[in-house]
């Protein structure tokens, strides 16, 4: 028996290959769009939950650039006009804005990718990479991009049953 599936595997030249029925094995699907409903809600998907949790990220890096900035500002303020420490916060100053630079730079670039895929920023993609679960579409940014017009939106969320806020 595995002579024959050797024999089988060596003269397939193709993607499929389809086993003798004595074997019994099923064919093994992974989706590329688990569904996280369970989790997360309804019509969530692995995407759309990896998507609202780097939302989130990255409301949490702004607030604590924001802090850090801040913080620099009181100690300019605490300083007392001393050259070398207010050259100190300067430098402190600039490295937070190169790390805020580089902190928005890949959420940036992502979203430029997105909007040219048609999906959007990385801020509309909880909504997009979401189930829709008709016959005709399976997940929600398949029914946006076959609407047409400025009300797509409403459209894709009448077709996939959800409400617009």
Do not use: H
Request: charged fraction near 15%; aromatic fraction near 14%.
């Amino acid at each position: 028996m595995l002579k024959s599936v050797l024999i089988l595997l060596l003269q397939t030249s193709s993607t499929t290959i389809d086993l003798p029925d004595e074997f019994r094995i099923k064919p093994i699907r992974i989706p590329t769009f688990i569904d996280f409903s369970t989790i997360v809600g309804s019509s969530a998907t692995v995407f759309s939950f990896l998507s609202f949790v780097g939302i989130l990220a990255t409301v949490g890096i702004t607030v604590f650039w924001i802090g850090k900035a801040v913080q620099l500002g009181i100690l300019g303020m605490q300083s007392g006009g001393k050259q070398d420490k207010i050259q100190e916060i300067m430098k402190s100053l600039r490295n937070v804005f190169t790390g805020v630079f580089m902190t928005f730079l890949f959420p940036v670039i992502l979203s430029i990718i997105g909007i040219f895929a048609g999906v959007g920023t990385v801020f509309d993609w909880p909504r997009m990479f979401r189930s829709c679960g008709t016959d005709t579409y399976d997940y929600y940014f398949q029914a946006y991009l076959d609407q047409e017009g400025s009300d797509a939106t409403a459209q894709a969320d009448a077709i996939c049953g959800y409400t617009t806020p």
